[in-house]
């Protein structure tokens, strides 16, 4: 092959890894980190062979996020809050602190639900002339909006425990974190394929005004958060 055709070709793949990152860029970045993990469920007391103390059956843990949606972009965004994910959360746990890691675990959220209604509810929201304030927040460019998240999930923490002096009251719990890093995927597929209405993107042409509705590729509500030491506060 002659030269000049290698270097063209080069330059080519060059061009096209450049434009592949530019359009992989989103303008909304999403950080987060642990407020903290509290182990939740019904307690029931064990049977005097077991020296008779309350103890958790079938422990879930709430977990409090801190979350800071950054807008790194030239013009307002609209971003869903995660109140508008009610029930479409998702922790992914990884080992390693890379974008490129493979997850190692995952939980949904125990309201983790595609039902009817729930997708009825965020239909009639995004029908609203304006972004509804609660359901939505509108970034402008450089400027930080920060919440907070409470997510229930069966896995991905254990816990610890210590003993307490006094048998008629349970043992003090510990959240331990069984991997050191994590994600939050919130999702909400609303297309339905066989209407000609499309409430995702109708609301983004509709709201336009006010910013630009963060969106994915196939017009739906999808956000996923950078890596998140899965650290508890000191």
């Known amino acids: 092959m002659p030269r000049e055709r290698v270097y063209f070709l080069l330059i080519g793949l060059l061009l096209l890894l450049c434009v592949n990152s530019i359009a992989q860029r989103s303008d909304l970045v999403i950080t987060g980190s642990v407020i903290s993990v509290k182990p939740v469920g019904a307690v029931v007391r064990m049977p005097m062979i077991k020296n008779g103390r309350p103890v958790r059956e079938e422990a879930h843990f709430e977990v409090h996020l801190r979350m800071q949606?950054?807008?790194?972009?030239?013009?307002?965004?609209?971003?869903?809050?995660?109140?508008f994910f009610l029930r479409g959360k998702?922790?992914?746990f990884f080992d390693i602190p890379s974008s490129d890691s493979k997850t190692v675990a995952n939980s949904k959220d125990r309201n983790y639900s595609a039902g009817k209604d729930w997708i009825k509810s965020l239909s009639r929201i995004l029908e609203q002339p304006d972004?509804?304030?609660g359901y939505f927040a509108i970034i402008e460019p450089g400027s930080t909006f920060e919440t907070v998240d409470l997510i229930k999930v069966t896995s991905g923490f254990r816990i610890e425990t210590l003993s307490n002096a006094d048998k008629r009251v349970k043992d003090i719990e510990i959240a331990r974190p069984e991997h050191p890093y994590l994600t939050?995927?919130?999702?909400?597929?609303?297309?339905?394929?066989t209407?000609?209405?499309?409430n995702p993107t109708d609301a983004q042409l509709r709201w336009k005004r006010f910013g630009k509705l963060i969106l994915n590729a196939d017009?739906?509500?999808?956000?996923?958060t950078e890596i998140i030491i899965n650290k508890l506060p000191d």
């Open 184 to 193: 939050v995927r919130y999702s909400a597929y609303l297309k339905d394929k």
């Open 131 to 133: 972004p509804p304030i």
């Open 219 to 224: 017009g739906e509500f999808y956000l996923e």
């Open 69 to 83: 949606y950054y807008n790194r972009g030239d013009a307002p965004l609209i971003v869903p809050t995660p109140r």
């Open 90 to 92: 998702q922790l992914q």
């Open 195 to 198: 209407a000609t209405s499309n």
